[in-house]
């Protein structure tokens, strides 16, 4: 941790943020320049947050250099984190595919979604049964019902499941049926509900919120890590800025970035993160290319009749289309889909 | 509704989103041009969702004419609504002022806060009990005996209370001791709280989200409408930009075009929105020429202690010289404080 | 300037980083800490790019200490630019009004707004001759015929003007009739035009760009006046970003940004900054209570005509009843209009 | 195009639009709803600017059929545009690889990289001789000497070249060197310099802004190709937005876009738009994935001592590599390089 004091900082005012620091465990090193004095803090434990110090009579700017996250991060764990569900392991040369209606209707359309994603290769089943929809007049999902119709699809096919979770109250139940715990890109801090993923024993796929950066995702990841639940899988999924041609931009460089950082594998979602079904096919190849280790795809049979997210939704047989092509583009980078 | 063909739309395709929009009672209007079609959608009850038609074989464009939400917008209700809470209306021509430190930390900072605040004429207390942060290492707050020092604080100054809710569980308690329950910027869009506010009968202070369209905004506080509670105060606190001089950017536009748009009353939070205690009075002040009905405010009595945000955290000296230049601007735009 | 090595940064990578900036005539500070070691350097002249440095073997981190900017900075010059225009001062305590139209379109449309807007108390008269326009297929301006209509309009009415130049070879001529030559926003960073600039001896008022950072910003500005051309006048005008409602978002917090890092005056546009009339006496009034120096409005006699921008035109009616409110505002904030 | 009437439109409001738009040719269809009265506008020539009704009386929302880009777009020409450059052919199924340092220093740098990058199977030089910087203290380039030693690197290696032009008055000199003319994302709306490079015979490359939308990027190359010349190709190069990790995001969704929208060929710089060389090799390898038509990356023979943007670019050797990758995954999506 370094702190600038501006040019007209007196002694005393350095002396204070000096003794502030040695308090923490910090050794201290002093730079006297013409212009300013920088202090460089080394060594402490868990530094003071930077607000603290920046709030500080004579304190121009104070600079972290250590992330501010721990237990995501390479430096704590330098190996890859491998998650297992069911027979299946996220994180390792195979690239995993999860595909399925944006929310569970009924049973024939999931039950047929199943069947076809299955056969053209698919690995995870995904589907809302608790939907988070911006308009309290659109249709909110099944409910248990959905998460019912979910684990027989699951029963029929073998194909782990993933549904959304959207409150604290509703993990438990939710944790009962499905495989791996969605948190929603609205919801990445939702800090309550980190918590109680937090508290569970079974993998969460965090999403990327719309405004939020890499580090405040990693930040969001450390809540769930620090209560005990390491299976974490990262999604990133478009985020939101001035482009108003596609409904988020979606920002494949996070996926290099999150595993420079981390060791957290790290999931694609081309369907949100366009909001249109001719650009997913494009976008998933070059999701794996970048070197996703999973892309989740909104399927649906008949998609002008769907209750939610229709226009990013892939036919049958487009994603039987895209599953070859992406067989290519993984080999191409040394993977196997 | 307006739904435009793509050139070469076959009469099929055509007849197929005519039939569709007739299903939902409306009354369709045909226009055949050179290059392209376009159907009139005028007259039905509520529309489909835009998506469910986007995706119909033929259509390239489909254009809402009607606003999504209903019960917030000035169509349903003219007047302005003017929110009671003890002896303090919010919404008429009197500019309420919220002041208080970011977290309650212990009795003797929330009272001296709470004294000094009150005699510089704030009209409600603002603190935090539950507290979202971005580490999970950082000071979470004190939960109830927070609420309960608020609560305190009250019963001493007169001063109404305004405190966080962070999940659906905690409305039932936290509505116990506040006067106006308030919904963070990172929970704009955590619907299952938002339908949990609908069902109380308190006051609500809605924060727009970091990536809150203005739009999304309104369609949060519809969700609160739509489950019988009116009570809404909408609050600008910053959205997230790509410019990082400030820590959010205070979208003070948002106050004339939610006032142009709803009939909730709209408040602005410039502590959260600059996070600089030396912006806070400029764009206080803004606020208020800008046509807000009330602004919020950080004091902490020694910002450099703060458990949180120290450095957005006006004095308490700092507040009363503010509150002297916040009256002349008031008396400027034809309202008192 | 500090230096963050990476964590197994070896003995010959952290030497080579302090030879390079000892090269500088840096003074350099070691700090060895259990996980990372730190350099700190002190008293140079003009630091390497942070780049060269970032790209060494072994670095993580480069922490600039010192803003780049130096001329445009306070710390170069604490009190604040008075600039003359005619017998005018922008920057003093009096607020400065420019108006006019988006686009000199004919010689009655300009001399009817002049004089009303001169009549309303305006001090400068704002109009485009040489006009940036998105498509190719609109209305360009009247080029040289427009100039001439504007000194025109300055001989009858004595207010000074401000009119766009878009090109290095335009710089000479527009000069010849305008008092303030204006940069557009979407020339920010044109440099060759910055520098173009900086060798004429005309003030400038430098629009801030629809992505441009208040460093670079200011940073556009330092080109002026390190080319001899020290009368810079700072103009906010709305940035891009996601939201819809509004066509720019004003950022009025950068105005007392500005204004603390910097000596040059600054006006704010809220016309180009809301693109919307209904918008722009809010804003206005906010912008003065945020300390602007200065604002710029357009006004047309009659906007449905308007040949560009109309919808965030003020009549001279609207223009009138604004001056007055901003009077009060202004005199609430201690200055004049 | 179609006007929204508001919901308490005087007929002479109504009658008013109507009889504007039957002046630009159109022939005019009327919805009349409970609520709000719709205008559609079929079959006219050149619309009015959606601005110049969206401020008459009584109108409440004006939209736009057809996009404003009338030659770029894939309906005014369906077959893709292939672009000659000597003996290399941009646009069809060959992916083209431009390669070279930001900014020409002196012969050997460049020589040496010219040799490199051949080696390794590029098509085309790239390389700064004018060179935008934000800092007017930075390295500014070499000039017309810098383009001499480009024109010496071609004669030796057969490389065509491409290279930044700044202003209109510099186009007939850099013409005379370079084989594509590039214009820089900070001038994607320097609309003179767009103008200029329509009149000069040879191919443009054409960087999207920082804050430039698609569709604003598609009518700058409208400009260049409005003034007959028909040689553009896009070229992606990041966006500006919240996430600072890296220096811009790279919008690889721009690809597919552009392409559906316009026959122009698109290219993607991954090495500005990530601004780190341990992304290029990822983001390149998606950017061919995604559709691109070529790629430009920044090579150094020692990044460490390069005087514009070390710390983004690749050593000939990781080039060499990531070469090899790119024929893999060319190879995958049915292309070769």
Same mark, same amino acid.
């Given at each position: ?15 204070? %943020? ?15 320049? %013409? ?12 530094? /003071? ?15 972290? #250099? ?8 390479? +430096?704590?764990?330098? +190996? ?9 392991? #996220? ?13 569970? &209707? ?10 076809? %994603? ?25 409910? &248990? &019902? ?20 959207? +409150?604290?109250?509703? %993990? ?66 478009? #985020? ?56 989740? #795809? &909104?399927?649906? /049979? ?8 229709? /226009? ?26």
């Amino acid at each position: 941790m370094i702190v600038v004091m501006a040019p007209r900082a007196t002694p005393e005012e350095i002396a204070a %943020v000096r003794e502030k620091l040695e308090k923490f465990g910090f050794e201290m090193h002093l730079s006297q320049g %013409v212009e300013r004095t920088i202090l460089g803090a080394v060594g402490g434990k868990r530094p /003071p947050e930077t607000a603290a110090l920046e709030v500080m009579a004579g304190v121009e700017k104070v600079v972290r #250099i250590l992330q501010p996250f721990k237990l995501v991060s390479k +430096e704590f764990k330098s +190996e890859p984190t491998v998650i297992k569900v069911r027979n299946l392991e #996220i994180g390792n040369s195979r690239v995993v595919v999860g595909a399925g209606p944006c929310v569970v &209707e009924n049973r024939d359309q999931l039950l047929e979604v199943a069947r076809r %994603v299955q056969a053209a290769g698919a690995n995870l089943l995904r589907g809302g049964a608790f939907k988070p929809r911006t308009s309290p007049y659109s249709f909110q999902g099944l409910g &248990e &019902e959905g998460l019912k119709l979910l684990a027989e699809a699951r029963e029929e096919t073998g194909l782990g499941i993933v549904t959304e979770v959207m +409150e604290p109250g509703q %993990v438990e139940l939710v944790a009962e049926y499905t495989d791996i715990l969605q948190l929603g890109a609205r919801n990445m801090q939702n800090f309550n509900l980190l918590k109680a993923l937090g508290a569970v024993r079974k993998p969460v796929l965090l999403k990327r919120g719309l405004s939020g950066t890499i580090q405040e995702w990693l930040m969001a990841a450390e809540y769930i890590l620090s209560g005990g639940n390491y299976e974490v899988i990262l999604c990133e999924r478009g #985020i939101r800025t001035f482009e108003t041609a596609t409904r988020n931009t979606l920002d494949l460089s996070a996926v290099p970035v999150a595993k420079q950082l981390s060791h957290l594998p790290v999931m694609v979602d081309p369907s949100h993160g366009t909001g249109d079904w001719k650009l997913v096919a494009p976008m998933s190849k070059a999701a794996v290319a970048a070197g996703a280790d999973g892309i989740l #795809i &909104e399927v649906h /049979p008949r998609p002008e009749e769907a209750l939610s997210d229709g /226009p990013q939704s892939l036919t049958p047989g487009r994603f039987d289309n895209l599953m070859d092509e992406l067989r290519s583009v993984a080999a191409a980078v040394g993977r196997q889909i």
